[in-house]
């Protein structure tokens, strides 16, 4: 019996392990998306990471292992919004700066004042556009994926992309919107 224990628990210990590194920088870039600061969305990814293994057993595969962590994810995020600590913090003034890329140097200089102004400004969208949007172009998750990650219909995400994308698209016209 405790050898079994040990066995599975060998297993579990892998599976958590191909976990992090296969969606690690989806799970932190999303904190981020809510907590706007770097060390807040690591420490956020390492309880969700955590949760995650505790409740490997609750994991029912009903969607895939990104949807499930990055709902774990959103949530955890939320909750700690509502914090009393964190209503206290200071934010990065300078969004995504610290976030790693695959990308070479040479493609990150051209491309990285363009990308910083644009997530600068899905930075002040409200957060229920923000999320969704971070959700679809930078994790490329499907609307049905998004739905089930965040706890609304599909109509809601589709909703939400319009209304982020029109208000988005206002503020780098130059346009008041929020």
Do not use: C
């Not at 892998?14 to 590194?21: A, G, H, P, Q, V």
């Not at 956020?44 to 990055?70: C, H, P």
């Not at 172009?137 to 589709?158: C, F, K, N, P, W």
């Amino acid at each position: 019996m405790e050898e079994d224990k040990h066995a599975s628990s060998e297993a579990d210990v892998r599976f958590l392990e191909e976990w992090m590194n296969a969606f690690g920088a989806d799970v932190i870039h999303l904190a981020y998306t809510y907590v706007n600061n770097y060390h807040l969305a690591q420490d956020i990814a390492q309880d969700v990471f955590l949760r995650a293994f505790k409740n490997m057993d609750q994991y029912r595969g009903e969607g895939s292992v990104k949807t499930w962590l990055l709902a774990i994810t959103a949530n955890r995020a939320k909750d700690h919004l509502r914090s009393w600590a964190f209503r206290h913090e200071l934010q990065d003034p300078d969004p995504l700066e610290n976030v790693s890329s695959v990308e070479t140097p040479e493609t990150q200089v051209v491309e990285r004042l363009v990308r910083d102004e644009l997530w600068r400004t899905v930075f002040q969208l409200p957060l229920k556009y923000r999320e969704v949007l971070v959700l679809y172009y930078r994790q490329e998750l499907s609307q049905r994926d998004i739905a089930q990650a965040l706890g609304i219909t599909e109509e809601s995400v589709r909703t939400r992309l319009h209304r982020g994308r029109q208000q988005l698209r206002k503020l780098l016209e130059g346009g008041d919107t929020l």
